[in-house]
Structure formats: structure tokens, C-alpha cells
């Protein structure tokens, strides 16, 4: 098992910036990638961006890149996800999530990593809400 947990969401203004963290524990060995979701009230849960857990493939959702930006931290096991320009319409919950290797899921990661459903272990989520 994987456990994830999510930190650094809150209020902030638009424009401004912020940092959330994931940290992964457990059986980490066996992750293949991990990814960020967002899930806004009333609205399905959608694919914000994916990073590798070994190397620097990366995904982003096209609207995202360039104002979001994923990294990873393999020291500390711990993925970031720096959100800058904040506007209104990011409010929403903020989840990762972890592939897990040598599975049908992570032979298939390239083609369908924006897919919740490819992601087994799931955080409980972090509040991000970006006033006007």
C-alpha cells in the first residue's frame, strides 16, 4: 500500500501563488507516476498534471501549462505542484495520486494518465479556494 497526503492549500487571492504538497508513504518502491486532480463543486474530477517517479516525464492539461508546474522531490518522496497566476476558476480540491508499477495501469500510463481511474492510491484531498 501507498499512502499520500496532501499539503498547502488554502485562501488566497487572485494572482497570487501557491505551493501543494504530496507525500507518499509505504510501499513507494512500487510507484510508476504520480498525478495532481481537481475537483470543483458540482463538476467531475479532472486531470491537472502527472510526473514520473523515476525520471522527469511529465504531462500537463493543455490550459494549465505554464502556470502550474510539477516537480518531485525523491529524497524526501514528495511531489509539488506550484500553481502560480491564480485565478477564481482553480477553486477546487486538489488530489494526487499514485500508478502503481508493473501493473495493466502503468503499461498503459502514457495513454490514458489524464484517466482517474489509472491512479490506485488516492490522497484525501486539500481545500484551494482563489477569490477575486
Known amino acids: 500500500q501507498v499512502q499520500l497526503v496532501e499539503s498547502g492549500g488554502g485562501l488566497v487571492q487572485a494572482g497570487d501563488s501557491l505551493r501543494l504538497s504530496c507525500a507518499a508513504s509505504?510501499?513507494?518502491?512500487?510507484?510508476?507516476?504520480v498525478g495532481w486532480f481537481r475537483q470543483a463543486p458540482g463538476k467531475e474530477r479532472a486531470f491537472v498534471t502527472s510526473?514520473?517517479?523515476?525520471?522527469?516525464?511529465?504531462y500537463y492539461e493543455d490550459s494549465l501549462e505554464g502556470r502550474f508546474t510539477i516537480s518531485r522531490d525523491s529524497a524526501k518522496n514528495t511531489v509539488y505542484l506550484q500553481m502560480n497566476s491564480l485565478r477564481p476558476e482553480d477553486t477546487a480540491v486538489y488530489f494526487c495520486?499514485?500508478?502503481?508499477?508493473?501493473?495493466?495501469?502503468?503499461?498503459?500510463?502514457?495513454?490514458?494518465?489524464?484517466?482517474?481511474?489509472?491512479?490506485?492510491?488516492w490522497g484525501q484531498g486539500t481545500q484551494v479556494t482563489v477569490s477575486s
Open positions: 495520486a499514485a500508478v502503481r508499477g508493473g501493473t495493466y495501469y502503468s503499461r498503459t500510463f502514457d495513454y490514458n494518465y489524464y484517466t482517474p481511474t489509472q491512479y490506485e492510491y
Open positions: 510526473i514520473s517517479w523515476v525520471g522527469d516525464s511529465t
Open positions: 509505504g510501499r513507494t518502491f512500487s510507484v510508476y507516476a
